[in-house]
C-alpha cells in the first residue's frame, strides 16, 4: 500500500476490484459463430415465437378445434375419442403392429423411443454449424416426428364426423326423455344387444343413432335386429326367437308412450 493511494479490500481474489460497465462483448471476430444473448438472439428467438403464435391462432380462426357435445353421465352408449393433440396416438394404436398382442408397442415402446429420441438428438449431433444441413441427425429426427404426428392426426381426424357427434353426445333435456320399464324382460334382452351403441335409454349414441320417435312394425323391427339396416351391420342381435319378439315388443311399447 502505498501511501495517498487508498486502500481496497477484496473478499475474494478472483474477483476484479475494478467495477466494469455491464457491456456485451464484442462478437465481430467471430462472424457466423457466435452473438450476444441481449438483445441481439432473445429478440430473434421473440420474433420467431410471435410469427408461430400469430399464426397459430389464425388457424384456430379459420379451423376451430372439434370439440364434442357436453358430457352426459346417463349415456352409457358414448364412445369417448381423445383430444385432438392426442390423435396422433390414438390412430397408431390401429395399426397391427401396435395394437392386439402387440399393444404394448404402440403405448410403450414406440412412443418411448420417438419421444426419447428427440430427447438424445442434441447429444448425437454435436456438430458446431447452426444450419439444418449441418446437422443431419437433429434435423432429420425432428423432420421424422413431425410428418408422423401431422399424418396421423389427419389420417384421425378425416374418418370422424364430428358434427354428428357433437349432435348425438348432445345431454336429453328431462322435457324430452322417455319413461322406460326397466323391470319389463324386452329392456333386459335390450340391454344384452342394443344398448352399447343405442344408449340405455334409447336416445342413441356415437356409434348407433336413437330408437326413440322411429316409425316401425314389430316385425320390422326383428328383421332389421337381425339383418341390420345402413350402417348397422346384421348379426348384431344374439338370441333366441322369443328374446327377438320381446326387444321388438319393447322398442315400439316406449314409442307407442312418448
Excluded at 154 to 163: G, K, R, T
Excluded at 200 to 215: M, N
Amino acid at each position: 500500500m502505498h501511501k495517498g493511494k487508498g486502500m481496497k479490500f477484496v473478499g475474494d481474489s478472483r474477483i476484479s476490484a475494478e467495477r466494469k460497465p455491464n457491456i456485451p462483448k464484442d462478437y465481430s471476430e467471430y462472424p457466423g459463430r457466435t452473438e450476444a444473448f441481449w438483445p441481439n438472439f432473445l429478440l430473434k428467438e421473440w420474433l420467431a415465437g410471435s410469427v408461430f403464435l400469430v399464426g397459430f391462432l389464425c388457424l384456430t380462426l379459420a379451423h376451430p378445434s372439434p370439440l364434442e357435445g357436453m358430457a352426459d353421465p346417463t349415456d352409457s352408449g358414448y364412445i369417448p375419442l381423445p383430444d385432438w393433440y392426442f390423435l396422433f396416438l390414438y390412430e397408431l394404436l390401429k395399426y397391427d403392429f401396435a395394437s392386439g398382442p402387440y399393444i404394448l408397442f404402440g403405448i410403450i415402446i414406440i412412443p418411448g423411443l420417438a419421444f426419447g429420441g428427440l430427447l438424445l438428438a442434441p447429444f448425437l449431433d454435436k456438430g458446431p454449424g447452426r444450419r439444418p444441413h449441418r446437422r443431419p441427425v437433429a434435423v432429420g429426427m425432428m423432420l421424422l416426428a413431425l410428418t408422423s404426428v401431422i399424418w396421423l392426426t389427419y389420417q384421425s381426424a378425416s374418418h370422424v364426423d364430428w358434427e354428428s357427434r357433437a349432435e348425438a353426445n348432445k345431454p336429453v333435456p328431462p322435457s324430452e326423455q322417455v319413461n322406460i320399464d326397466t323391470d319389463s324382460e324386452g329392456y333386459a334382452v335390450f340391454e344384452n344387444n342394443c344398448m352399447s351403441c343405442h344408449g340405455e335409454d334409447l336416445q342413441g349414441g356415437a356409434a348407433g343413432p336413437s330408437l326413440v320417435g322411429i316409425d316401425r312394425s314389430v316385425d320390422e323391427v326383428k328383421d332389421i335386429a337381425q339383418n341390420g339396416t345402413g350402417s348397422m351391420p346384421p348379426g348384431q342381435f344374439s338370441g333366441s326367437d322369443e328374446e327377438l319378439n320381446k326387444l321388438a315388443e319393447f322398442i315400439i311399447s316406449v314409442n307407442k308412450e312418448e
